[in-house]
């Protein structure tokens, strides 16, 4: 994944909780918050974009030099991606995010059912060829 770069000297950009709208500590998933500095005829003044992002943890130094808010990963997903799991919100992008960092996973499906009035989540997994336990690899994602 690359990264994306809101430059800070035509827009001022902010990353917020999508449900409380308070700001979020870099390197945590928010939505993407813009105002636009340059525009006197019609200005945005926090628009919500929608968009979830997160943002890239860079040395102090450099950022002052390149004036830029650097988005890990460019737009991650969008607020209206997300689930309700059991009262518990989740985005797909999350789940792609700890899935992907299993090495013995292949590809995977997620299916959010309905059981007996709440909804629930299945994680189906493919393994790669050379997965030493397959069954080890299950009972770690549960």
Same mark, same amino acid.
């Given at each position: ?28 998933? *928010?939505? +993407?918050?813009? /105002?636009?500095?340059?525009? $006197? ?5 926090? !628009? ?5 992002v997160k943002q890239k ?16 990963? *460019?737009? +991650?997903?969008? /607020?209206?991606?997300?689930? $309700? ?5 989740? !985005? ?10 299993l090495h013995e996973v ?37």
């Open positions: 994944r690359g990264t994306l770069r809101i430059i800070e000297t035509a827009y001022y950009p902010e990353i917020i909780d999508p449900q409380s709208g308070m700001p979020v500590a870099p390197g945590t998933v *928010g939505e +993407l918050v813009l /105002t636009t500095l340059g525009r $006197s005829g019609s200005p945005l003044i926090r !628009y919500r974009t929608g968009d979830l943890i860079i040395d102090p130094a450099d950022h002052a030099v390149n004036q830029e808010l650097a988005l890990e990963g *460019g737009i +991650l997903g969008r /607020t209206d991606d997300m689930i $309700s799991v059991r009262g518990v919100n989740l !985005y797909p992008g999350m789940i792609d995010e700890i899935v992907r960092t292949a590809e995977y499906q997620v299916e959010i059912f309905s059981r007996r009035g709440m909804e629930e989540m299945r994680l189906r997994i493919e393994p790669v060829p050379a997965c030493p336990d397959p069954r080890q690899l299950q009972q770690g994602l549960e």
